[in-house]
Nanobody, 119 residues
Framework: QVELVESGGGLVQPGGSLRLSCAAL????????MNWYRQAPGNLREVVAT???????NYADTVKGRFTISRDDAKDTVYLQMNRLKPDDTAVYYC?????????????WGQGTQVTVSP
C-alpha cells in the first residue's frame, strides 16, 4: 500500500512557474516509477511526465522544455517544476506510482492538486 500526498498547486499568471510535490508514504520508494498526470474539465486524464527508478525521464510533447520532473529517493518525494505556464496547463494534477518489480501493474494515485493559469 502506498499513500501519495500532493502539494504545490495554485493560481498563477501565464508565463509564471509552480512546483508540485508528491510525498510517497512507502518504504520502497526507490522501486517505484513516478508519474504526473493531469485532467482538465471535459478531457481525459493524460500523462505529463515520468521518472523511473533509474532517473530516466519522459515528457508529453505539450510540456517538453517547460516542465521538469525529478525525484529525491532520500525524501521519498517526486517533484514537477512547471515553467512558462500557459492557460492550457490549467488542470487537476495527479501523482501516480507503480512498483517496477510487480508482475501486474497496480496504480496508486494521489488526491490531486488544482493548477490554474489565468491573468
Amino acid at each position: 500500500q502506498v499513500e501519495l500526498v500532493e502539494s504545490g498547486g495554485g493560481l498563477v499568471q501565464p508565463g509564471g512557474s509552480l512546483r508540485l510535490s508528491c510525498a510517497a508514504l512507502t518504504s520502497d520508494f526507490s522501486f517505484y516509477v513516478m508519474n504526473w498526470y493531469r485532467q482538465a474539465p471535459g478531457n481525459l486524464r493524460e500523462v505529463v511526465a515520468t521518472v523511473t527508478p533509474g532517473g530516466g525521464t519522459n515528457y508529453a510533447d505539450t510540456v517538453k522544455g517547460r516542465f521538469t520532473i525529478s525525484r529525491d529517493d532520500a525524501k521519498d518525494t517526486v517533484y514537477l517544476q512547471m515553467n512558462r505556464l500557459k492557460p492550457d496547463d490549467t488542470a487537476v494534477y495527479y501523482c501516480n506510482a507503480y512498483d517496477i518489480r510487480a508482475r501486474v501493474r497496480y496504480n496508486y494515485w494521489g488526491q490531486g492538486t488544482q493548477v490554474t493559469v489565468s491573468p
